[in-house]
C-alpha cells in the first residue's frame, strides 16, 4: 500500500473520528444541561431536546464526507490496486483534517451556546429561538468545511 493511499485513509478517519467525537461531547452538554432545567421546568421538553440534538450533526458532516470521498477513492482503483497520487494523498488527508478538526471545535462550542440556552429555558425565560439564532453560528463553520471537503474530493 502506498504512502499516498495511507494518508488519504489517515485522512478519512481524523475526520470520522474528530466530528463525531465533537458531537458527542456537544450534545453531552445538551443533554447534561437538560437534565438539570427539567428539574426547573419539565414542560419545555421539546425545546430542550431540539437544542440537545443539534451539535450531532458535525458528526453526520463528517460521516457524509466519509461516503462522497470514499467514493471519489473508489474511482483510483485499477486492478484491485489503488492508484493515487502524493499530490491526491495529501489533499484527502487534508481535507479530512480539516473537517475533523474543524467539526470536532464546532460540535463542543456548538453544545455550549445549546446548553446555556437550554438553561435560560430552564429558569423560565422565552429564549427557544434566539438560541437556536446563535447556535447556527458554530454550524456555518462545519458546514463550510464539509463543503471544503467536498470540493477537494471534486479536484481530484
Not at 8 to 34: E, H, P, Q
Not at 43 to 55: H, N, R, V
Not at 80 to 98: I, K, P, W
Amino acid at each position: 500500500m502506498s504512502t499516498a493511499v495511507i494518508l488519504a485513509y489517515m485522512g478519512i478517519a481524523l475526520m470520522i473520528a474528530l466530528a463525531g467525537i465533537g458531537s458527542a461531547i456537544g450534545v453531552s452538554s445538551g443533554g447534561n444541561a437538560t437534565i438539570g432545567a427539567l428539574k426547573k421546568k419539565d414542560d419545555a421538553f421539546g425545546s430542550y431536546m431540539l437544542l440537545s440534538a443539534l451539535p450531532g450533526t458535525q458528526g453526520l458532516y463528517g460521516f457524509a464526507a466519509f461516503f462522497i470521498i470514499n467514493a471519489k477513492l473508489s474511482t483510483f482503483i485499477v486492478d484491485g490496486v489503488m492508484t493515487l497520487t502524493m499530490y491526491q494523498g495529501v489533499a484527502v488527508f487534508a481535507a479530512g483534517a480539516a473537517l475533523g478538526f474543524v467539526g470536532l471545535m464546532s460540535g463542543i462550542k456548538q453544545g455550549s451556546v445549546c446548553a446555556n440556552g437550554i438553561a435560560g429555558i430552564g429558569s423560565g425565560h422565552d429564549i427557544f429561538g434566539k438560541t437556536m439564532v446563535l447556535a447556527v453560528f458554530p454550524e456555518l463553520y462545519a458546514i463550510i468545511a464539509f463543503a471544503a471537503a467536498f470540493l477537494i474530493s471534486a479536484g481530484l
